[in-house]
């Protein structure tokens, strides 16, 4: 409301009052609707998240340093390997970041998610090894997890 109000330029007062009420029809509708969570609107976590990013940004950077020297090598020295990945995430939305977070980190992608185990692929099997995610799973579940599932 408040980025709409901030390009619009409209603010006469019969303009916000039928924003308000819009906003606030919106608002009992989908309190009444049951549409409200906490998964699809992750907004409760934002101080959470804003901790993870940035820790994943560098654990992204540091395997591409990894990606970069195999690509670099003249003999291909990588060992693709599956490794089945067990998380400590409840929610789905938490499960996705993890995958994700995994997928986005250079060398790995995840292929699964069944129940609360992931399916990884990786290039070198010493980087795939489940014990490597443990830190992931935990600041994953820590960010998108509500307390009360953990």
């Known amino acids: 409301m408040a980025f709409w109000l901030g390009n619009s330029g409209h603010y006469k007062p019969l303009m916000l009052g039928f924003g308000g009420i819009s906003v606030l029809l919106t608002m009992i509708l989908a309190y009444r609707l049951d549409i409200i ?7 409760v976590r934002l101080p959470q998240l804003l901790k993870y990013y ?3 940004a ?7 340093w990894i ?3 195999a690509c670099l090598r ?3 020295d ?4 599956l ?7 409840k929610s ?19 292929v699964e998610i069944e129940g609360d185990k992931l399916l990884v692929h990786g290039l070198y099997e010493n980087n795939t090894e489940p014990e490597g995610f443990i830190e992931m799973d935990t600041r994953c579940a820590a960010a998108c997890d509500p307390k009360e599932m953990r």
């Open 92 to 110: 789905d939305l938490a499960k996705v970041t993890f995958a994700n977070s995994i997928t986005m980190t250079p060398g790995t992608v995840t």
């Open 83 to 89: 490794a089945k990945v067990k998380t400590t995430c």
């Open 58 to 64: 560098v654990e992204v950077v540091k395997s591409n």
């Open 78 to 81: 990588i060992t693709p390997t």
């Open 54 to 56: 940035p820790w994943l």
């Open 37 to 43: 969570d906490r998964e699809g609107a992750p907004y």
């Open 67 to 69: 990606v970069i020297r």
């Open 74 to 76: 003249a003999d291909l």
